[in-house]
């Protein structure tokens, strides 16, 4: 069994047909296992069998729109993956806080081609693209809340809406999920 995180895109705790424990039933009613959640933003750890990663993206896809009504995305990754993304140690010497803000945007599916922005946002150091687990880091300084990085618009309009981004905190809150 292989054991992987759903990370699911648009989800709100507040909305009642997001809560955990329906995340949760419907990856168990699609025969997972260990089925757990990570926080309450969408990250559903679980163990299969099946080794097909994108047929598993859409057959979890197609699952929570039929039962919840849910159809922001959903990107797969295996335990491997993001073990191996953390044993890179992205973020030397950095801790995750207003001024660096660690994060990882995952990407449905890996582009035929990556590239990076030609006119670097000055708040947001790129710190690279994991070819592996298919996913840009980068520290952001988000010390000015009320302005969106425009790192974050740029990753929309040049991958789609098949992205999702995650702490790197949280990255390191699933991993440990992963290997309990």
């Avoid at 926080?39 to 099946?50: E, K, Q």
């Avoid at 946002?121 to 988000?142: C, H, I, M, S, W």
């Avoid at 425009?150 to 999920?177: C, H, N, P, Q, S």
Wanted: hydrophobic share 40%.
């Amino acid at each position: 069994m292989t054991r992987y995180v759903a990370l699911l895109r648009g989800i709100m705790p507040s909305n009642p047909n997001m809560s955990n424990a329906k995340l949760r039933a419907v990856f168990e009613g699609l025969g997972f296992d260990g089925v757990v959640s990570v926080l309450t933003s969408g990250n559903i750890v679980f163990r299969s069998a099946d080794t097909d990663v994108p047929a598993l993206q859409e057959r979890v896809q197609q699952a929570l729109h039929r039962d919840l009504g849910i159809g922001g995305g959903t990107i797969i990754r295996s335990h491997q993956e993001l073990r191996a993304l953390l044993d890179t140690d992205p973020f030397p010497g950095l801790k995750h806080g207003r001024g660096t803000y660690l994060i990882a945007t995952f990407l449905h599916s890996a582009p035929t081609e990556v590239t990076m922005p030609e006119q670097p946002d000055p708040r947001t150091r790129v710190v690279g693209y994991d070819q592996t687990a298919r996913v840009f880091l980068a520290v952001v300084d988000n010390s000015d809340p009320g302005k969106t990085p425009d790192f974050m618009a740029w990753l929309d309009k040049t991958y789609g809406k098949d992205i999702t981004t995650r702490t790197w905190l949280t990255v390191e809150r699933i991993v440990k999920k992963l290997e309990g």
